[in-house]
């Protein structure tokens, strides 16, 4: 979980030096969306254009509070596989742990994406590959992560029983 931890740092420094740069230098006029081809199709202010850069705090926000709390979700609510390995008191810590560090994970990804969108909306506005290749690469890396998740809970009771 520390390396979750330590890669939502990093994004989280990275987001808020994104928005801090639009916020002293960016320009009035800042792009408020970009259509399926990547295009800017709208435009505002640059306050309308930083609050909805916000969402990413309150998203974040919400992922680290559900990943603090994993292991107060009472197992009745819990589908995952190998459910009679997972939920048993010996291994619940480290499966509360890798769900966790996969919230974590999402929410380092998610602040790593509106980073992109604000340095599109300063630097890289009128290119339209821009915005499709960032959301491509945020599917990539959310697939890694909730894949690598998965893989370890299906794997693990094997790894145990040898």
Known sequence: ???????????????LVTMLIIAVAGPAQMPT????????DAWGS???F????????????????????????????????HRDYWLTEEHRPRFDRLV???????AALQLLLFSAINIAGMWVRHESWYYPTALVL??????????STVVRLYR???????
Do not use: C, D, Q, W
């Open 46 to 48: 640059k306050g309308r």
């Open 1 to 15: 979980m520390r390396k979750a931890m330590y890669a939502f740092a990093v994004a989280a420094l990275i987001y």
């Open 138 to 147: 945020f599917f990539l890396g959310l697939a890694s992560v909730i894949g």
């Open 100 to 106: 966790a560090s996969m919230m974590i994970g999402i």
């Open 156 to 162: 693990e009771p094997g790894a145990r029983r040898t």
């Open 33 to 40: 969306h970009a259509g399926l081809r990547g295009g800017v």
């Open 50 to 81: 930083l609050l909805n850069s916000t969402y990413a705090v309150v998203i974040a926000a919400f992922l680290l509070i559900l990943a603090a709390n994993v292991r107060r979700f009472p197992a009745s609510i819990v589908n995952t596989p």
